[in-house]
Structures are given as structure tokens and as C-alpha cells.
């Protein structure tokens, strides 16, 4: 069973970089790809980005002048880091798997849809 | 990027009814369309992908289905676990944008 745990600071003020790590177990992260999605207090939920193992990755083109996904797979594990925050990026901060692909006779379906997700943590922005 | 109207953003039932939740994209998505549970707390929980096909280990009283660019989650009949905030999906192209939320509520 795949298990994700986000880890970072819980407070970031302003102008910072909010940096988060989501540790996976029961599975690689040599494989498939990794997900940030974010859900401010409240609210609905806002894609962040996706990183593969390859180290190839896609942003929200709203949040991608300040956002970085990398991969550490000697660790198992991603990380995000968000620069130059402001108190509309207080949210709680999920990481999640993107399900491979569906795949049966010679064709594949890339559905990417989130099958496991972490917890999630709350990070606030606040001086 | 692609827009994704979900109604009604709240609802009141009764356990034992039968719900609708649609989610209409502003251009068509195929079927790249997920729906997921979500827990006041907790992470959310996939229930369908691909517009109508069910997550193992869902329960079958939920079923999508798809009609050009509209897109329904049906519970056939509601139970008390069931009340909870239910969100769209497109992972049709980047940026996968969420639809706004539907709030559950019992009656």
C-alpha cells in the first residue's frame, strides 16, 4: 500500500520560500509521476504541479514563475518550494500520486487521476 | 485552460436518496473527468475516473456518467457516510483544474 507523508514548516512569512517534502513509502518514486495540489482554508482545491521520476516536470501556469518540483529517489521522496509568498498562499498542502497508466492490449490510457494522497499539512503565511 | 462549472455547490438529502452532482467543462475533455470524496480533515478520495468508471473498492451506489462536455456523479441511494464535499476533475490538459465543490448535507 503506497503512503505518502508531507513534512515542512507549518509557519512561512512573507516574501519567504515555503518549502515541503512528501515522503513515500510502499512504493517507489522511481516511477509514475508526483503531485502537489493545494486547498486554501475553506476553499476548493488548486493543482500546484506534477513532477515524473525523470525529473521532467508540469506547473500551473498561475503559480509557475515561483514554483519548483524536484525528486530525490535515493530518498524516496519530492519536494515543492514556493517563492515570495503571500498570506494567499496559506493553504493546507497535499502531496499525491498520479495513477499510471491503464494500459490493455497495445493502447494505454493516461487518466491522471490522484489515487494516493498524503494527509496533508497546513502551512500558513504570517509575519 | 479548460473551466469547469460544477452544481449545485450544496446540497440537503435524506439517506436513502438518490443524488445528482453535474460538472459541465468549457470545452470538450473526452472523458478525462475524475470524481473525488472529500472528508472534512481528510485528503480527498477518488470515486470515478474516465467519466464512468468506478475506483476499486467504491461502493457501487456511485456511478458517473458523460454527455458531451456534461458530466454527472450519482448516488443511487445515500447513506449516512456519504455526506461529505465531492469535486470534479479534468485531466484532460494542463493546468487539471478542480470544479468548485458540491457540499453534501443531510436533511
Known amino acids: 500500500q503506497v503512503q505518502l507523508q508531507e513534512s515542512g514548516p507549518g509557519l512561512v512569512k512573507p516574501s519567504e520560500t515555503l518549502s515541503l517534502t512528501c515522503t513515500v513509502s510502499g512504493g517507489s518514486v522511481s516511477s509514475y509521476y508526483w503531485s502537489w495540489i493545494r486547498q486554501p482554508p475553506g476553499k476548493g482545491l488548486e493543482w500546484i504541479g506534477y513532477i515524473y521520476y525523470t525529473g521532467s516536470t508540469n506547473y500551473n501556469p498561475s503559480l509557475k514563475s515561483r514554483v519548483t518540483i524536484s525528486v530525490d529517489a535515493s530518498k524516496n521522496r519530492f519536494s515543492l518550494k514556493l517563492t515570495s509568498v503571500t498570506a494567499a498562499d496559506t493553504a493546507v498542502y497535499y502531496c499525491?500520486?498520479?495513477?499510471?497508466?491503464?494500459?490493455?492490449?497495445?493502447?494505454?490510457?493516461?487518466?491522471?487521476?490522484?489515487?494516493?494522497w498524503g494527509l496533508g499539512t497546513l502551512v500558513t503565511v504570517s509575519s | 485552460d479548460i473551466q469547469m462549472t460544477q452544481s449545485p455547490s450544496s446540497l440537503s438529502a435524506s439517506v436513502g436518496d438518490r443524488v445528482t452532482i453535474t460538472c459541465r467543462a468549457s470545452?470538450?475533455?473526452?472523458?478525462?473527468l475524475n470524481w473525488y470524496q472529500q472528508k472534512p480533515g481528510k485528503a480527498p478520495k477518488v470515486l470515478i475516473y474516465?467519466?464512468?468508471s468506478l475506483q476499486s473498492g467504491v461502493p457501487s451506489r456511485f456511478s458517473g456518467s458523460v454527455s458531451g462536455t456534461d458530466f454527472t456523479l450519482t448516488i443511487s441511494s445515500l447513506q449516512p457516510e456519504d455526506f461529505a464535499t465531492y469535486y470534479c476533475?479534468?485531466?484532460?490538459?494542463?493546468?487539471?483544474?478542480f470544479g468548485q465543490g458540491t457540499k453534501l448535507e443531510i436533511k
Open positions: 470545452q470538450s475533455i473526452n472523458i478525462y
Open positions: 476533475q479534468q485531466s484532460y490538459s494542463i493546468p487539471y483544474i
Open positions: 499525491a500520486r498520479v495513477t499510471p497508466p491503464h494500459c490493455s492490449s497495445s493502447t494505454c490510457y493516461h487518466w491522471a487521476y490522484f489515487d494516493y
Open positions: 474516465a467519466g464512468s
